[in-house]
């Protein structure tokens, strides 16, 4: 059952996690996520090989035969999709990282609120939660200015 507004807020106030929370797109970033999941959260072993391979052993046979200037034009590209997936692999750990994040803050006042059956979007679970907690900070600072302009 989702909580009212005022009973969500009283809970926020006594965490004082309300300078915690910032605006983001929580839907957006967890759907980045979800991507970046299927990337490199494989159940295969082959596919699971094959990342290593291109994330760890390749790099390091393209810098070998870069010392041994044996380096060809077309391994250019093998040395990109590999600097990529670093990219992307960074990019999943940060995010990993702040959804962990989410789901301290939503525990912390008695959430999550909705549930879902497929496991693969349960993080839209708490990307739901973070957006009902900031729209009632925001309510909570917009009542307060309203007061002190008064």
């Known amino acids: 059952m989702i909580p009212k507004d005022k009973v969500l807020k009283k809970k926020l106030k006594l965490l004082k996690t309300q300078k915690q929370i910032q605006k983001e797109f929580y839907f957006e970033l967890v759907h980045e996520y979800i991507?970046?999941?299927?990337?490199?959260?494989?159940?295969?072993?082959?596919d699971k090989s094959i990342l290593l391979i291109d994330m760890i052993f390749y790099p390091i046979y393209l810098i070998y035969k870069i010392i041994i200037m044996d380096f060809s034009p077309l391994d250019?590209?093998?040395?990109?999709?590999?600097?990529?997936?670093?990219?992307?692999?960074?990019?999943?750990?940060?995010?990993?990282?702040?959804?962990?994040?989410?789901k301290s803050i939503v525990q912390l006042v008695s959430?999550?609120?909705i549930s879902t059956n497929n496991p693969k979007?349960?993080?839209?679970?708490?990307?739901?939660?973070?957006?009902?907690?900031?729209?009632?900070?925001?309510?909570?600072?917009?009542?307060?200015?309203?007061?002190?302009?008064?």
């Open 121 to 150: 979007y349960h993080d839209l679970v708490y990307a739901d939660a973070m957006t009902r907690i900031y729209n009632i900070q925001l309510l909570g600072l917009t009542k307060k200015l309203t007061k002190s302009t008064k």
């Open 111 to 113: 959430g999550p609120w």
């Open 76 to 102: 250019i590209l093998s040395f990109m999709k590999a600097h990529e997936l670093w990219i992307d692999y960074l990019r999943y750990r940060e995010l990993k990282f702040k959804i962990e994040e989410w």
């Open 35 to 46: 991507e970046l999941q299927e990337i490199f959260e494989v159940e295969d072993y082959l």
